[in-house]
């Protein structure tokens, strides 16, 4: 008998554990504590040996969604052993994971006090947030309340917001000047679920006024309104909104100096995995406010992204995943970018939950179906083939082999798109993704916490 969910099954397979252990023990090599960390992975020789990830140096911004994603699997073999892969013992494989976990997530408390940079909710929250919630090591709580105080920093009570970077220094424009420039960007909406967290463990009141400012301020300088109707009678009816990527504030007054973009197609168009941020942080900041202009945010975004995803189809009905820009143009092969799909859906599956809540019982579904259909979609078209597993070992250890020898790809999932901007100084599209497979695996085990699975 045939499941709702069988397009799911890929979610929850051995080849998701295999593929994380293989890389984690693999990359530590010569790198033991780690300073580069899993970023993409080619699918093409022009951005380096195909199938394998490319590391980057701890400091950048996605160094916390490598062994955020082991806590993940630590969090579902614990709490779901039904899921438990074959071939290697529960107790070995979870002894592993939480080593590999722990090597891998060491060197992110020195970066709680790093006051240059507004993605400490990126960096830190993934990892530290679980080895506290699942492993009760409390250093993991105070270096993520530390994190907070320090991206707390970066709050400018003029601006009402907090600064996301200190310049822009693209190939096509450079704003250097911090005193008379305050840049903010779409993605500093999933930073602040991390500032929330900390003000209820420290009892700082502070932290989540300073996130609820930020949040607001968006509202009027990030997010666009469009004047498109919902494409399903049970979407939602009220503003749809596309957003743009960066927004440059007089840090003096307030006022919006520029909008533009620095990794969409255009200043002016929707880049599909800005949507998605904004999609998820105003789900996650409904979720610790419960003040409705939040809800009627990611509401807005996440039909607007709906619509453009239904309209990208009508170009061609093979366009099924997202493209990495919903206006961009498309020349010899579409650019897509699958990471904002699985963003988008874990968006819409804290709406589902929030709706669902206070009998909204309707939109709960809209929003529960889509994020559903829109990961079976990426799975089915970006799906890594090549696969790998666990095989059984005399010794007891954790041996992970390809399915098909000599075919490996480390990252989950394919076709995504870091960074397509024209302007960026580094243009890197279709390859797999770091945070891609974060965001995955944190929708598959959503799915279970929700009784949907």
Known sequence: KKSKHDGLEELYSENIFAKLVRVAVRDLEGNNPPTAYPEYVPQDEVLGPVGRYHLRESDFWTCGFFPGTLYSLLDRLTRYPKYQPRNVQRQTLEAEIISLSRSWSGPLHAMAARTDTHDLGFIIEPALRMDWELLGNSRSLQSLIAAAYSLASRYEERAQAI???????????????????????????????????????????????????????????????????????????????????????????????????????????????????AVLGYAQTYNWTKDPIFLDAAMGCAEYFLHRLEKQQEIDQNYKI?????????????????????????????????????????????????????????????????????????????????VVEGHSFDSILKNATANNNAGARKRYSNHGLVYGDYYLVQFGNRLLDMGLI
């Open 163 to 277: 600064r996301s970077w200190d310049l822009i220094n693209k190939k096509d424009i450079q704003i250097i000047s911090m005193e008379e420039n305050f840049i903010v960007i779409i993605d500093s909406l999933c930073n602040l679920d991390m500032l929330y967290y900390a003000s209820k463990h420290s009892g700082d009141s502070s932290l989540a006024e300073i996130a609820t400012k930020h949040a607001r301020t968006l509202l009027k300088t990030h997010l666009r309104p469009e004047s498109v109707p919902s494409i399903s009678k049970n979407g939602y009816q009220g503003q749809l909104y596309s957003t743009c990527h960066v927004t440059n504030i007089d840090p003096r007054t307030g006022a919006i100096k520029a909008r533009m973009t620095a990794q969409g197609y255009d200043n002016s168009s929707t880049w599909a995995r800005g949507q998605s941020w």
């Open 322 to 402: 997202p493209l990495w820009d919903f206006d961009g143009p498309i020349e010899n092969k579409p650019v897509w970018d699958s990471s904002a799909g699985v963003i988008a859906a874990n968006g819409m599956l804290i709406l589902s939950e929030s709706l669902a809540s206070f009998g909204q019982a309707a939109l709960s579904r809209r929003f529960c179906d889509a994020a559903i259909s829109l990961v079976e979609t990426i799975l089915e078209w970006s799906l890594s083939e090549e696969k790998a597993k666990f095989v059984s070992s005399v010794d007891g250890e954790v041996v992970v082999e390809d």
